[in-house]
Each structure stands twice: as structure tokens, then as C-alpha cells.
């Protein structure tokens, strides 16, 4: 049996499966800096769900696969192996102008060439988990706003 449907019909209909795969506020989410698309990459159940320039998570993990750091100072080319893991809480779509300006202090940063995890900016201590964080599409990246 075929169900035809017409283009009013379809657009409503994509237009609900749409917002519904938005909807992931409270979802627990992988984010990582997408270097092709100069913003962060949101995953849910290992898909790209969403590009932001801003993010707010809780309850926030922050992880380095071995595998793929050791490969960066390999073959010194990046790849995607660091992620910052929790709770989405809130976010702002890809392009956005009107993201939060950052704050001065408590800056997260990752570099695999020098580093083997994130690390807390002004002291270089290894950082593992937050209670919230920040990720500005900015100069910094990353601020933990509770620890």
C-alpha cells in the first residue's frame, strides 16, 4: 500500500522530525572543535547533531583518546579525539553573532602536541571534570564557570 502525501503535507512533516531532533537540551552530548567549520560539533548517540558557537553544559566530563593524541604527534595532523562530555544546558546555532563575550579566567585548553589531556590555561594542572562549562566560539574555547 502507498500513502501519498502533497508538498504541504511533506513540509509539515519535515518540519516536525526536525524540531524534535533539536530538541536536545538535558541530553547527554559530545562537543568538539570542528577545525573545518571554524565551530564546535555537537554529537548525540555518536551523530552530529547540531553546529554551535556556543555551548553550556553540566556535569562535564573532559576527554582524550590516547589513540588519537599519540597519532597528532605521529603524523603531526589533527583528528578528532578530545571531547568535552555532559549535559547540554543551553546553545546558540552556527553562524551566531550574538555569542557571550568570555570571561578572563578559569580557561580550559587542549593541545595535542603538547599535552596528553585538557589542562587549566594558567597552571597547565590536568582538568578531568567540571561541574559546568562554557564553550565559546572565541580566542579561549573552553571556561568552567563551577568546578
Known amino acids: 500500500m502507498k500513502i501519498i502525501i502533497n508538498e504541504n503535507q511533506y513540509k509539515k512533516l519535515f518540519e516536525i522530525v526536525t524540531n524534535e ?5 538535558g541530553k547527554k ?17 555518536s551523530r552530529i547533531v547540531l553546529y554551535a558557537d556556543y555551548v553550556k553544559l553540566n556535569d562535564v566530563e573532559f576527554r582524550v583518546r ?3 593524541n599519540e597519532k597528532v604527534g605521529r603524523e603531526k595532523k589533527k583528528n578528532v579525539h578530545a571531547f568535552v562530555i555532559g549535559n547540554l544546558e543551553d546553545y546558540r546555532e552556527y553562524p551566531c553573532e550574538n555569542i557571550p563575550s568570555e570571561p578572563n579566567d578559569n580557561i580550559v585548553t587542549y593541545d595535542p602536541y603538547k599535552y596528553k589531556s585538557f589542562v587549566i590555561k594558567s597552571t ?6 567540571a561541574s559546568e562549562v562554557e564553550m565559546i566560539n572565541s ?9
Not at 531532533?21 to 537540551?25: A, P, S, T, V, Y
Not at 552530548?29 to 548525540?44: A, P
Not at 597547565?124 to 571534570?129: D, F
Not at 580566542?139 to 568546578?147: G, R
Open 29 to 45: 552530548v559530545m562537543v568538539y572543535r570542528n577545525l573545518h567549520k571554524d565551530t564546535f560539533s555537537i554529537q548525540y548517540k
Open 21 to 25: 531532533e533539536k530538541n536536545f537540551i
Open 66 to 68: 590516547p589513540g588519537g
Open 139 to 147: 580566542k579561549n574555547k573552553i571556561f568552567i564557570t563551577k568546578l
Open 124 to 129: 597547565n594542572e590536568p582538568i578531568y571534570n
